[in-house]
């Protein structure tokens, strides 16, 4: 198992270095400039050229790269331009272990991992109540289709979940919106547009839960499709084999036979999508999040490339990378311990 995880972590590290290399190269590659504009109209040549040689993005492209995964690494060499930026650091001369620096925002000056502190657990809260309402909803319709196989309402289950995975996360956004924020706004006291949370009259930041109804709607639409999809076919495929009948020969009711022996052993493909759609949310919430106004990374990482922060771009997808990465071994580990069967070695 430890050998397992090990492995799969490398593997998921050299997927991040290869991201930054790919991303850092793109960049590059514009004609634009992020310092000059992040200056704005307060720039000159030589402001743009200090401040250049201060962030050592004077130096080679291969250069600027090592010296961001230098910053990034929470054990890294002490030679970096930004190492008099690291935070919590044992210097051990040449090793420093440290706090990951990300960088600062050529548009606010703050620090990206501030950032992500405050945009991560926003973003997290609506992908993981979305991917809770596509779970149960999804389950219980994909085993209400299988249990009335080829009847209208296996057929009536099947439309609505095409129907709903046909619709992309940001028009579903839009119609929500519209429908019951707009329109019936008055009766629903839904707001078109709003945050996790709010400035109230003395300036405290309060809580606006009912910001999330919408948006945690149309994230969630898609994966039920799918999670419908997933427990219908696997529902029917375990229903068919012998130890499900050999349970209703010895007189078991149909609720242990359906759920305690079925249920159970047709969830591991569905978790599979589970865990991936957990992943895939936490960046499909960028849409969404535009739609809404909701101030997460989605948000954040629109405004970064409107205004081309560098800084804040590379530490987004850096972290949607990991997450992926992480989902991934933990849905491997989830999967093993559903199904007695499988087995995880290194």
């Not at 310092?35 to 704005?40: A, R, V, W």
């Not at 991560?120 to 809770?132: G, N, Q």
């Not at 078991?252 to 999508?273: D, E, I, Q």
Request: hydrophobic share 50%.
């Amino acid at each position: 198992m430890f050998r397992y995880i090990t492995k799969r972590l490398l593997y998921g590290l050299g997927v991040m270095i290869a991201i930054v290399f790919i991303i850092t190269t793109i960049i590059n590659s514009s004609s634009a400039d992020a310092i000059e504009l992040s200056f704005g109209q307060r720039s000159n040549a030589e402001t743009i050229e200090a401040k250049k040689k201060e962030l050592g993005l004077d130096q080679a492209l291969i250069v600027q790269q090592w010296n961001y995964l230098n910053d990034i690494s929470p054990i890294s060499l002490n030679s970096s331009p930004n190492a008099k930026h690291y935070d919590n650091i044992i210097n051990l001369g040449v090793i420093v272990f440290k706090t990951p620096y990300l960088g600062r925002s050529y548009q606010t000056n703050e620090k990206v991992l501030e950032i992500l502190k405050q945009k991560v657990p926003r973003t997290f809260i609506l992908a993981f109540l979305s991917i809770t309402l596509a779970t149960i909803i999804g389950i219980i319709i994909g085993v209400v289709a299988a249990l009335n196989q080829h009847t209208w309402i296996d057929n009536l289950c099947q439309m609505l979940s095409v129907l709903g995975y046909s619709l992309p996360s940001y028009v579903t956004a839009i119609i929500l919106a519209l429908i019951f924020a707009f329109y019936l706004g008055d009766f629903t006291g839904l707001n078109v547009t709003g945050g996790l949370t709010v400035l109230n009259d003395s300036g405290d930041e309060v809580y606006q839960w009912r910001n999330l109804i919408l948006p945690v709607v149309a994230l969630g639409i898609r994966p039920i499709g799918i999670v419908t999809q997933l427990t219908r076919s696997a529902m029917l495929d375990v229903l068919h084999q012998d130890y499900i009948r050999t349970a209703k020969a010895k007189g078991l009711s149909n609720f242990n036979v359906n759920f305690k022996h079925g249920l159970r052993n047709a969830l591991n493909p569905v978790v599979t999508s589970v865990t991936g759609w957990l992943a895939s949310l936490t960046a499909g919430a960028f849409f969404v999040e535009n739609v809404f106004s909701y101030d997460g990374l989605g948000l954040e990482i629109i405004r970064a490339l409107e205004n081309y922060d560098v800084p804040v771009i590379l530490a987004i997808v850096l972290f949607v990378a990991a997450v992926f990465v992480i989902i991934n071994i933990l849905s491997d580990l989830l999967y093993a311990l559903l199904d007695p069967r499988v087995r995880i070695t290194g």
